[in-house]
């Protein structure tokens, strides 16, 4: 029988494991390692492709949480905030628009954020941040036009 302890460090070795590898999946046999819900993950919800459950564990403080995805006969992990920071990345080489919206949101929200110890303050900043990029690309967008 496994304890606590010991699912959190199977947990821990899988998410060190991934993080070095920017954005991958790991695909364990559910025989190979403990339950996620055995390591203390918590149910959450993602978009669905045929799994059972989905579960976030935070396997040490810090750090992005690893993704679990439960399917009949396997487990998929991945570190869920180096997939997120790939995909902007991606956008933003691919699209220079993306990437002034992506750099404003992330300004204004630092802004917001030091004005505000709250969470709104940091939405509104990157709101104002989305919008001042949306009358940047304006301005450019018709200077380019004449």
């Not at 918590?42 to 679990?68: C, F, H, M, N």
């Not at 956008?91 to 002034?100: D, F, L, Q, R, Y």
């Amino acid at each position: 029988m496994n304890t606590r302890a010991k699912s959190r460090r199977a947990w821990r070795k899988v998410s060190e494991s991934l993080s070095g590898q920017g954005g991958a999946t790991a695909t364990i046999p559910k025989t190979a390692i403990p339950h996620p819900r055995d390591a203390g993950a918590l149910p959450t919800a993602t978009w669905p492709v045929g799994q059972i459950a989905d579960y976030s564990l935070i396997t040490r403080k810090g750090e992005p949480p690893l993704a679990v995805r439960e399917f009949d006969d396997r487990f998929e992990a991945m570190v869920e905030g180096v997939r997120m920071t790939m995909k902007a990345v991606d956008a933003a080489e691919k699209s220079p628009t993306a990437a002034m919206y992506l750099g404003g949101a992330l300004l204004g929200g630092a802004v917001g954020s030091a004005m505000s110890n709250k969470r709104e303050g940091a939405m509104l900043g990157a709101g104002l941040g989305i919008l001042f990029a949306a009358l940047l690309d304006s301005a450019t967008q018709d200077g380019r036009r004449s």
